[in-house]
């Protein structure tokens, strides 16, 4: 079977399963139907998961703390020869923190964006984000633009917004429905 279908061949459990279903009489491969939820799945799913999977970009954000470190050089102090070094009180490091939102595929990070102290994240805002995805992806991913990215991202209200479904669907990236949490 590999040699005649190639990649596309089923898996020996599931050549079991359809002789078994032979032997008590079963004429076809395809599943009965059945009441309940149907299936939402392409054959290009089935047929190549691997393509399929490459194609996928998820996006999270996450808080950044940034720190101002003492250098060197100005946590020296000069001391008398012999007498104790002075001790040294741990500071709070954490000077700020700025959001940082990561976009990623199988491959690794694509993009991160940090969000300017003051701003915030509205759907004009996410829309360019969108943008710089795009020529990020056309940058570090040669390719997947044209096989076509799936845009995996929560319903936060920004990503639902008009402005931003139309960007995404300018950028040519289709969005994939994200179950509510």
Known sequence: MAKTLGEDFPSYSTVKKWVANFKRGKESVKDDPRS????????????????????????????VHHFDPESKEKSKEWTKKGSQLP????????????MASV???SEGVIMIDYL???????????????????????????????AGVLL????????????????ATQCGFELLPHPPH
Do not use: C, M
Request: proline share 3%; charged share 30%.
């Open 36 to 63: 309940g939820r149907p299936k939402t799945a392409t054959s290009e799913n089935e047929s190549n998961p691997a393509n399929f999977l490459k194609r996928f970009v998820t996006r999270d954000e996450t808080w």
């Open 87 to 98: 001790k040294k009180f741990k500071r709070v490091a954490s000077v700020g923190k700025v």
């Open 116 to 146: 300017q102290k003051g701003q915030t994240i509205n759907g004009e805002y996410y829309a360019s984000e969108l943008r710089q995805l795009k020529a990020a992806i056309k940058e570090k991913r040669r390719g997947k633009l044209r």
């Open 103 to 105: 976009f990623w595929d």
């Open 152 to 167: 995996l991202q929560d319903n936060e209200p920004v990503h639902t917004a008009h402005v931003s479904v139309a960007a």
